[in-house]
């Protein structure tokens, strides 16, 4: 009896590990093919990535002229108030885990946004949370670097996404979001990811 009990604890055990080893050589497949083609996804920032509607209230009330480097420079220190957005931050994750390279690529410009940066750097690249004020330059940095999918919530994000012949999917707004233009989801046949509003 003690026996038998003992041999089925150790077939369970055995069962498991088996399983584990098994999830752990598909997850070290493709970690290895996904690294050595250097695929990679990217991430639009405000209203994909994060929630920073926030850090834009702080700089408007701050600042004495909306977009002005002052205010920039507020909203790129602000990042404390930003909320990452559920499924985008763990979607942005999960890629990160199985190899991909990760970059952000924001319209801001880059006003005192080294501590940003710094802030971001375990799940994005070094040298790849990209700043640019122009926001058509995005197919650029996309058309050069093995990006395999862009993530944003604006429709100029995916129509850029698509000049670069890289797949896009569209990210929700909150609805606590000011900004409203440049936004109808899924008015251009492209994938919308549900509840991303979060
Ligand atoms: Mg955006």
Known sequence: MVLKNARAKVEHYWTNTKKTLAAMSVWGLIFSVVT???LGV???????????????SKA???????YSEGFWSVVNQSYDLEKPKIIPYSLAWLFRVFGFRIAIMTARPAINAEPLKKEWRHLVSRGYFIF???KTAK???LSDGNYVLFFGDSDSDISEARKAHVFPIRVR???KSVYKEDYNPGSMGEL???LSEY
């Open 192 to 194: 919308v990811i549900p």
């Open 42 to 56: 990217a991430f639009d920032y405000d209203d994909t990535l994060v929630n920073s509607q926030p850090a834009y």
């Open 36 to 38: 050595i083609t250097r």
């Open 139 to 141: 197919s650029g940095f």
């Open 60 to 66: 408007f009330a701050n600042s004495q002229e909306p």
């Open 173 to 175: 707004r909150s609805k």
């Open 132 to 134: 640019n004020s122009d």
